[in-house]
Nanobody, 116 residues
Framework: QVQFVESGGGLVQPGGSLRLSCKSSGLILSTRRMAWYRQVPGKQRDLIATILTSGVTSVHEDSMKGRFSISRDDAENTLYLQMNNLKFEDTAVYYC?????????WGQGTQVTVSS
């Protein structure tokens, strides 16, 4: 059974940084295209960034390019999202999943709140 557990969120001031982690059980992350998503209450879940099995990465929102980066630690079977220069509008619940996502694989997510 595949399970993703996200962590690393929290309360941060504008301009601050966070690194989110996604631990996987039941799936070797390096064998699949993986992605980070985020969701604001009342809105759809949006794709943030993807990493291919080759390690090639993409950040999909112009507002996040240069601030967010996705990476993977194959030894730890963990996916990361480094977020720098955080803005108020980055407040959301952040999730990892395959890209495209598998509905049954959504975890609880990790809350990121950017506030002064």
């Amino acid at each position: 059974q595949v399970q993703f557990v996200e962590s690393g969120g929290g309360l941060v001031q504008p301009g601050g940084s966070l690194r989110l982690s996604c631990k996987s059980s039941g799936l070797i992350l390096s064998t699949r295209r993986m992605a980070w998503y985020r969701q604001v209450p009342g809105k759809q879940r949006d794709l943030i960034a993807t990493i291919l099995t080759s390690g090639v990465t993409s950040v999909h929102e112009d507002s996040m390019k240069g601030r967010f980066s996705i990476s993977r630690d194959d030894a730890e079977n963990t996916l990361y999202l480094q977020m720098n220069n955080l803005k108020f509008e980055d407040t959301a619940v952040y999730y990892c999943n395959l890209g495209p996502p598998v509905p049954g694989y959504w975890g609880q997510g990790t809350q990121v709140t950017v506030s002064s």
